[in-house]
């Protein structure tokens, strides 16, 4: 447990926690693991309502078939759909094989009804999210 609370405190996401709301939160996430080139996620789609942390191994993120960027160990992705519950906004891929952390919407939602503090954390992640995506356009 000590390892995955570790991992997690590393997400800015979570890293405000306290230890004690990190052991609760790992409790509900579960590992999957992905082969090079299987899709983990795809633009477009209800491909799950997961978040995702990388531990080990190396992902391209693709939009429009172009590739934007690439995730790594300690690499995080799929925040907006624990709230939104909407499309995939990027497509996801294994470039080797990639070992991650997955939660569900719903577990984070329960998580969060019940620590509240954590609602604030979250809200400066995504104006961060905003921001960095309004100074590229």
Known sequence: MANLTDELKRVPLFSGLSQRQ?????HDFKEKRFR?????????????????VILDGDATVTVQGKEVGR????SYFGELALIGE??????????TDVRCLTMASWHFRKFVRA?????W???QNLVNLLSAQLARQ
Do not use: C, I
Not at 86 to 95: C, D, G, I, P
């Open 71 to 74: 995730l790594g160990p300690g």
């Open 121 to 123: 954390k979250l809200l």
């Open 86 to 95: 909407r499309e995939r906004l990027s497509t996801v891929t294994a470039w």
């Open 115 to 119: 620590n509240p503090d954590v609602s």
């Open 36 to 52: 090079p080139g299987a899709t983990m996620v795809r633009e477009g789609q209800m491909s799950g309502v997961d978040f995702f």
């Open 22 to 26: 990190l052991r609760h939160l790992a």
